[in-house]
């Protein structure tokens, strides 16, 4: 922190995608430099031109190539690449692809260096990347390698937090990585997060079953029976943990506007509820991480890029939970490495 404000790193995502349009114009509200110093992992010249396309010439920024250039009253660009890039609005390449992977491992270098205290991703091409030489399914699982720690995908929105027991892994394998061992470290990591990351006292979890019906007692399946209920039952010892709830009527009935956060089995499960209800103002957060870092809950969307139509709010919420989150865990942590003497207060004789 400098001056009392969070650096906030940003990796520039996909060239090519709405990322660069979200980013910029949630760096131009002129509130932001009061809570906090954003850093924008990218190039003069690809900044430059994008503040040229989107009719921003009004916007100013801090070129640096060394962090004591930091300037904390507005935007600030860290070179990493030099050269003019190729920008094609709207169309996925490997070029784009390319510039998103630099940007990405510059910032998450600049993480673990203690230059920024946060980072915040913008979206990026997997197919691209992986054309780049990224040897990774996402950015979940390259921060979990770089940056320690066992991630968890957390989408949130105001009261609205869902985790996924199994990422970016194909529909077909999910079942079999369903077990009592790992459900019951996503509900402990979920409810570390609940607590650390969010300030939640005593956090309520609810766990989904994986099968039609929640396996109808078994008649649509057994990981119910043989996986989430012992990995619940288990949880329940320390924590307030309830489930498995069918998934289909537990977001019908709103019932998750009973919970502090909400576990479900595998991606689609969670995403497709959480972002139909909050699409627009979600953030993903990679709980679990040595390091916060979060990003905005929608894709490149070639389809409007270059429009000028682009909302940014998404994006702006995750540089806002990303400020949150780890405010929220400095005070945890402080709280923990300073707990209060407890003396016990002895009873007067005929008291």
Do not use: W
Request: hydrophobic share 35%; net charge neutral.
């Amino acid at each position: 922190m400098i001056d009392n404000k969070i650096v906030v790193g940003i990796s520039q995502g996909d060239l090519n995608g709405i990322g660069p349009e979200v980013i910029l114009k949630t760096l131009s509200e002129p509130a932001l430099s009061e809570i906090c110093i954003p850093v924008l992992f990218s190039s003069q010249k690809t900044v430059s031109y994008f503040r040229k396309s989107l009719g921003m010439e009004d916007f100013n920024f801090n070129p640096l190539r060394d962090f004591n250039q930091l300037h904390t009253k507005k935007p600030n660009v860290f070179i990493c690449y030099e050269e003019e890039v190729n920008i094609e609005m709207g169309k996925p390449s490997a070029i784009s692809g390319k510039y998103a992977k630099i940007s990405l491992e510059a910032a998450t270098t600049a993480l673990l260096e203690q230059k920024i205290d946060v980072l915040v991703t913008a979206p990026i091409n997997k197919h691209t990347m992986q054309e780049a030489g990224f040897n990774y399914p996402g950015h979940t699982e390259f921060l979990g390698e770089k940056l320690g720690g066992t991630p968890l995908m957390l989408l949130c929105s105001d009261d609205l937090r869902v985790a996924v027991v199994t990422g970016h892994v194909p529909l077909k394998n999910v079942s079999q990585q369903i077990t009592t061992d790992k459900v019951l470290a996503k509900i402990k990591q979920l409810h570390h997060s609940l607590k650390h990351d969010f300030g939640i006292r005593k956090p309520r979890i609810a766990v989904l079953g994986l099968n039609p019906h929640a396996g109808e007692n078994g008649a649509i399946g057994d990981e119910e029976k043989t996986a989430i209920t012992p990995a619940i039952d288990k949880a329940k010892e320390t924590m307030m943990v309830y489930g498995p709830y069918s998934a289909d009527g537990f977001f019908g009935k709103n019932t998750q506007s009973q919970f502090d956060g909400v576990l479900a089995m595998y991606h689609d499960q969670g995403l497709i509820p959480f972002k139909t209800l909050a699409f627009g103002n979600g953030v993903n957060f990679t709980a679990g991480l040595n390091y916060v870092r979060t990003s905005p809950d929608h894709g490149t969307a070639y389809e409007i890029a270059g429009k000028q139509v682009a909302d940014e709010s998404s994006f702006r919420q995750a540089l806002y939970t990303a400020i949150d989150v780890y405010r929220c865990r400095s005070l945890q942590d402080e709280i923990s490495a300073n707990p209060l003497a407890f003396t016990p207060i002895k009873k007067e004789r005929g008291g």
